[in-house]
């Protein structure tokens, strides 16, 4: 009987741990489940273990496959249970958590763990070739701060030999692609534990592009009708009581502040901050619809454990905005940030997306329980189906995806990993407008409130700046690169020319570079090209004598000589074009 992937990986796990048994008998075991593409497990070791060590590991669980035992289940009582996992305090602890009376072990060769499984019969169906053990990481256990630190090994396994070559091979493409290397090699941003954990620190080239994306989106919202704010980023108890978030969202944010016996906290989210302007004046419906943008920074307690680079970081800043409507205008105002999105992610050239409609799971009291008018919800998300319909997009159905207060349109894509994100929302909410009591005045002069939109395009700025690093290789188009073109002379000779198309390129507006290193001209076109800067212009004898310049571009073998007046229109062109 063909056994399901997963099942398959969740019993590789088992053989990880048998193996780690072997070689470390001290071993210390936490948990080991399948997940996406593969599988891990967490040990408390007596040393630190790296790279180094796996293929060590591996070839222990290829000598373990070849005996051929099968995975037996056995059901124990809870004191068998004690008694068998003995000197295993993370086991121990599960036990004494377990509510059954009978627990449930498997038995695979001379190893038994905790395990509820299920498994495959016998290791003969575990495709040998199709598995590999690929890092070590640290994992807290239970993914708790507060307890200790365990040694997480993960693996990949495949049906076939193929798949997991396939798989490696994306890993390594998807690796020159990671943002965290390229932002340290082209200086985009930085960490710092002197600052903290997930808090980054924008360097010089980082910023400008981050600074061309926000002139980019306050254009795009200005022509739009949106009108900007700035609020603080603290804010008493009493507005994240009125909004919900500490009910819903407190484990993600950072701990009070005390000033003045009051309790105050770092915003996880710009609306209530939004809410609390749109209150400032009593509205009429011909101030309807009412849309507030904001570059808003937020700061969010994110675990240790999924800190990663400036995709999950704790301080960051949203392309946010709140759109006070009608229920009459709610679909055309739908309708016009869908507009507003896809003229954007066209001009960032970015395709592979794809619309999720994320609803409320009414039987999850934990997260819905407290919604009063279900009606009200229905209608939202009927309104988002209808706006999707009629702008002819291919969207799937998610329950339970919508938020505390409202369903949504989430836009995802995939990573580099392969694995699924999202890139941008659009949330219908009523559930705050009537917290803070938010109305206007309609046409027969009585109260209503609002249908409130929470809309981000790019998401916040640093994970969109990390997906654009990531799609393209670091090789950013004219129009974003902090550098656009780099001018080098080849010998002393050319330095006076050379000096002089750098004057004509920054008198143009372009975005040049130009020194008089003493390095041969090899190695600075090379560290150029490091860079990713678009263009090098190399200027020697037989530029300085056609008073041209010889055009190296960017992945491309070929040179081209041309005058610089050309060159110029040329670049012009792609940054007007965003090319």
């Known amino acids: 009987m063909k056994q399901d992937i997963q099942t398959i990986r969740h019993s590789l796990s088992h053989i990880l741990a048998y193996a780690v048994r072997q070689q470390f008998q001290n071993a210390k075991l936490g948990f080991g489940p399948a997940i996406e593409n593969g599988f891990y497990y967490d040990f408390e070791l007596p040393k630190n273990i790296g790279p180094q060590d796996l293929p060590q590991l591996e070839k222990r669980m290829h000598e373990l496959l070849k005996q051929n035992f099968s995975f037996i289940k056995k059901t124990i009582t809870r004191a068998e249970a004690l008694q068998l996992f003995q000197g295993q305090p993370y086991k121990l602890e599960i036990i004494k958590e377990l509510k059954d009376s009978e627990i449930t072990t498997y038995e695979s060769g001379k190893f038994i763990d905790l395990c ?15 598995f590999k053990l690929t890092k070590v990481a640290g994992a807290y256990w239970r993914g708790s701060e507060k307890n200790p630190m365990l040694q997480r090994i993960y693996g990949v396994a495949f049906e076939t030999k193929k798949e ?48 061309i994306l926000e002139d980019y989106m306050y254009k795009i919202e200005k022509d739009a009708g949106y009108l900007h704010v700035l609020t603080p980023i603290l804010a008493k108890e009493e507005l994240y009581k009125t909004s919900g978030h500490l009910e819903h969202y407190k484990e993600d944010m950072y701990a009070p502040i005390v000033i003045e016996n009051e309790r105050y906290y770092l915003k996880p989210m710009n609306c209530p901050h939004h809410h609390a302007i ?43 905005s709140h759109i006070y409507a009608t229920q009459e205008t709610l679909e055309k105002e739908i309708i016009d940030i869908l507009k507003m999105f896809k003229k954007t992610y066209s001009d960032f050239k970015i395709s592979d997306y794809w619309f999720r409609l994320s609803l409320p799971d009414f039987n999850n009291k934990e997260k819905y329980g407290n919604i009063e008018n279900k009606k009200i919800w229905e209608e939202g998300a009927s309104a988002l189906r209808n706006v999707l319909k009629k702008s002819k997009l291919t969207f799937k159905e998610a329950m339970g995806e919508a938020s505390f207060y409202g369903p949504k349109i989430d836009i995802q894509t995939k990573d580099i990993y392969g694995k699924e994100d999202t890139i941008a929302t659009i949330q219908v909410d009523y559930y705050s407008a009537p917290k803070f009591n938010l109305t206007y005045i309609a046409k027969d002069g009585t109260k209503k409130f609002p249908v409130i939109i929470h809309r981000a395009i790019l998401g916040s700025f ?14 950013l188009p004219v129009w974003l690169s902090p550098i656009q073109v780099e001018v080098i002379n080849v010998g002393d000779k050319h330095v006076k020319y050379a000096k002089s198309i750098y004057k004509e390129l920054i008198d143009n507006e372009i975005r040049a570079k130009f020194s008089e290193e003493n390095q041969t001209v090899g190695k600075r076109i090379r560290e150029a090209e490091l860079k990713k800067f678009p263009y090098v212009l190399v200027v020697g004898d037989k530029e300085l004598k056609a008073k041209n310049v010889c055009v190296r571009t960017r992945g491309k073998k070929k040179l081209e000589n041309m005058k610089l007046s050309k060159f110029i229109q040329k670049v012009k062109i792609e940054v007007d074009k965003k090319k």
């Open 116 to 130: 509820a499984g299920p498994h495959i019969v016998s290791t003969n169906e575990i495709p040998t070739e199709a």
């Open 164 to 211: 997991l070559d396939e798989y490696l091979k994306m890993l390594e493409e998807a690796e020159k692609r990671d943002h965290r290397i390229l932002g340290e090699k082209l200086d985009l941003f930085m960490v710092d534990e002197k600052i903290g954990k997930g808090l980054p620190l924008w360097l010089p080239n980082g910023y400008f592009v981050r600074k």
């Open 278 to 320: 749109f209150s400032h004046r009593q509205k009429s419906y011909k101030d309807l619809p009412l849309r507030i943008a904001e570059f808003g920074n937020v700061y969010r307690y994110e675990k240790s454990g999924v800190l990663n680079g400036l995709i999950r970081v704790r301080g960051f800043t949203q392309n946010d």
């Open 462 to 475: 640093d994970r969109f700046f990390a997906f654009l690093i990531e799609r393209t290789a670091g090789d």
